[in-house]
């Protein structure tokens, strides 16, 4: 990436430039150079964030606040949310440099150029150095330049959520720590999304596969707060072992602007929101990005209403799955044996104090 560039397509990027554009970026960067399915999109830099805060007089600011505050750890939690308001404030109420606003426009209107479609609806995602899952903002259908300038700001400044300066201090990192950087990718009209774990992630069972959708977009799945279809894919022979059905009550939509929660037609709660075919798609695909990062991935994806098979289902992001290692037989038979004795011994301390008592 050239020095004074901030910007860069997702097709002159890969994965060496994690530090440079962040993992999301960086991942989807490389994806889009084995030719995988990738949304099209762009890469802004943390570099750009940098020129950004320094060019404005908006990191001096922070500093200076921070520097006020004294040790944070005494002042109670109340403390993360007010800083959150006076941090975020700074950096979303602060003038874009007109030369880096003019770089972010001209990408987005290349790229609404590049796919025949005035004001594009694009997704503005977070992309750190370090993964943060649900740390960070995403926006949603985000349409016109002025407002991909004005997310991509809002991005920046939820670097600054109370949460995110709670882990940070509990961490020992430097409160003004996560410097991002910001994906802009275009939006896949879903007709269903989700994620995709190529190990079982409970059982740590390498041989298999777990799948979990919903209908609209990915956020109705990576929320947590609604029931989901899963499907359980052996990763030898693609074959779909298991096939659940949830009561899908809710679903992520894309709305005139943004996103928005909807009730789900009682027809479609309970029935599968993937084909078999779509299933073993996002597995093969799964299985591809394991074989090339050499661990198990966390893969989100998302299935294209307006597309034919299999040009529909769409990779939105990879990154390591968090795995809990499957024990060996004689291990869990020692767990459940020192659970047991444990047990055993609260159960003869009760009897101890009730024979105390009489």
Not at 90 to 99: G, H, S
Not at 325 to 330: G, L, N, Q, T, V
């Amino acid at each position: 990436m050239e020095r004074d560039k901030f910007i860069l397509w997702f097709e002159e990027g890969g994965k060496e430039l994690v530090n440079i554009i962040g993992k999301k970026c960086a991942n989807l960067c490389e994806m889009t150079r084995l030719g995988l399915r990738v949304p099209p999109g762009f890469a802004i830099s943390i570099e750009a964030y940098k020129k950004f805060v320094n060019e404005t007089g908006v990191w001096e600011k922070m500093q200076k606040y921070v520097e006020t505050l004294g040790k944070i750890e005494e002042k109670g939690i109340a403390i993360f949310e007010e800083m959150s308001q006076v941090l975020r404030g700074m950096i979303e109420e602060a003038e874009m440099p007109p030369d880096l606003e003019g770089e972010i426009r001209s990408y987005y209107e290349a790229l609404c150029e590049r796919l025949g479609i005035p004001e594009l609806p694009v997704s503005v995602r977070s992309a750190g150095v370090e993964s943060r899952p649900g740390m960070f903002e995403t926006y949603l259908n985000v349409k016109g330049a002025k407002e991909v300038i004005e997310k991509v700001k809002k991005v920046w400044a939820s670097a600054y959520t109370a949460r995110a300066i709670a882990f940070r201090v509990n961490k020992g990192l430097p409160i003004l720590g996560d410097e991002l950087g910001v994906a802009v990718v275009k939006m896949v009209n879903a007709k269903a999304a989700g994620v995709c774990f190529t190990v079982e992630p409970i059982r740590g069972d390498r041989s298999k596969i777990l799948i979990e959708a919903n209908w609209g977009l990915g956020e109705g799945v990576v929320s947590g707060g609604e029931a989901v279809d899963r499907f359980i894919v052996d990763k030898n022979s693609l074959e779909i072992i298991e096939k659940v059905p949830g009561k899908k009550t809710k679903c992520v939509i894309m709305a005139e602007k943004g996103a928005e929660w909807r009730e789900v037609p009682p027809e479609k709660q309970t029935i599968l929101c993937l084909t078999d075919e779509e299933v073993r798609e996002i597995a093969r695909l799964g299985l591809l990005l394991e074989d090339h990062f050499g661990t198990p991935q966390d893969v989100e994806w998302s299935v294209d209403l307006d597309l034919t098979f299999p040009h529909n289902v769409f990779l939105l992001q990879t990154r390591p799955a968090k795995v809990v290692e499957k024990k060996s037989p004689e291990e869990e038979l020692a767990r459940r044996m020192s659970t047991l004795h444990r047990e055993i011994k609260i159960d003869k301390a009760k009897l101890k104090e009730i024979q105390f008592k009489f």
